[in-house]
Nanobody, 125 residues
Framework: QVQLVESGGGLVQAGSSVRLSCAASGSTVGSYTMAWFRQPPGKDREFVAARRHTTGTTHYADSVKGRFTFSRDTASNTIYLQMDGLKPEDTAIYYC??????????????????WGQGTQVTVSS
C-alpha cells in the first residue's frame, strides 16, 4: 500500500512559477512509475508528466513540455513538479499517482494504483 500526499498548490499570476510536492509512504518512489495528472474545472482528468521506474525516462504532455519539470528526491521519498511560465489554462487540481504502466499506457489513469488527494493550482490572468 502506498500513501501519497500532495502540497504546494495555490493562487498565482500568469507567468509565475509553482513547485508541487508529493510525499510517498508505504513504498519507495523508485518502485513505481510516478506521475502527475490534473483535472481542470469542468473537464476530465488528464496526464501531465511521469517518470518510468524501469528506465528512469520522463514523459510529458505536449501542453506542458518545456514549461514543467518532473523530479524526485529518493532520500525524502518525494516527487516534484516544477511549473514555470504558468498559464490560466493550467488551472486545475493536480494529483500525483503511482503505478506500473507499460510505456504505451503511461498516460492512462486506470494503470495507476495509488492516488493522492490533489492540490489546487489557480492561475489568474
Amino acid at each position: 500500500q502506498v500513501q501519497l500526499v500532495e502540497s504546494g498548490g495555490g493562487l498565482v499570476q500568469a507567468g509565475s512559477s509553482v513547485r508541487l510536492s508529493c510525499a510517498a509512504s508505504g513504498s519507495t518512489v523508485g518502485s513505481y512509475t510516478m506521475a502527475w495528472f490534473r483535472q481542470p474545472p469542468g473537464k476530465d482528468r488528464e496526464f501531465v508528466a511521469a517518470r518510468r521506474h524501469t528506465t528512469g525516462t520522463t514523459h510529458y504532455a505536449d501542453s506542458v513540455k518545456g514549461r514543467f519539470t518532473f523530479s524526485r528526491d529518493t532520500a525524502s521519498n518525494t516527487i516534484y513538479l516544477q511549473m514555470d511560465g504558468l498559464k490560466p489554462e493550467d488551472t486545475a487540481i493536480y494529483y500525483c499517482a503511482a503505478g506500473r504502466p507499460i510505456l504505451s499506457a503511461i498516460a492512462t489513469q486506470n494503470m495507476y494504483y495509488y492516488w493522492g488527494q490533489g492540490t489546487q493550482v489557480t492561475v489568474s490572468s
